[in-house]
């Protein structure tokens, strides 16, 4: 689980802009629905949606690969703690982000998760294969069929 927080889609420049316009209205809805996370303004919410997609892509490897036993053992679950030390640090480095201690971290990286996933859910359901018409029997109409006639 990314705090992307998200998608191995992600890809080049503009994937990681994307990314990052995706996880500042993520933390900007997160932090006004948790108790214990604040931000000054638009701008700490813009420094810290970068901020966090930056930990995520050159920090997060570093520490899934140091902690993997014990995200084996746990079956992923200590990647939870990963996200929490990842928005510890954010709070860290950016001026008028606070979050109040690990639990909070915890449960606000967890609600931050939810949130960029329903705000990624329409891109990526547009890009799965299924829901693309490509290769699909058809009739007479132009209509899909469920199966393929055979002569």
């Known amino acids: 689980m990314r705090i992307v927080i998200g998608n191995s889609n992600h890809r080049g420049f503009w994937g990681f802009v994307a990314q990052t316009i995706v996880l500042t209205l993520a933390v900007i809805i997160a932090a006004k629905l948790m108790p214990g996370v604040s ?20 920090l997060r490897p570093v520490l899934i690969f140091l902690t993997l036993p014990f995200t084996a053992i746990t079956l992923g679950l200590f990647l939870f703690v990963i996200n929490a030390v990842i928005i510890l640090l954010a709070g860290a480095i950016v001026p008028g982000f606070t979050v109040e201690g690990f639990g909070t971290a915890l449960l606000f990286s967890l609600l931050l998760t939810l949130i960029n996933f329903l705000l990624e859910l329409p891109n990526r359901l547009k890009k799965h294969p299924d829901n693309q018409n490509i290769d699909k029997p058809s009739d007479e109409n132009g209509e899909f069929t469920p199966y393929e006639e055979v002569e």
Do not use: C, D, E, Q
Not at 39 to 58: D, S
């Open 39 to 58: 931000m000054n303004n638009i701008w700490t919410a813009l420094l810290t949606g970068v901020v966090i997609a930056l930990l995520n892509r050159f």
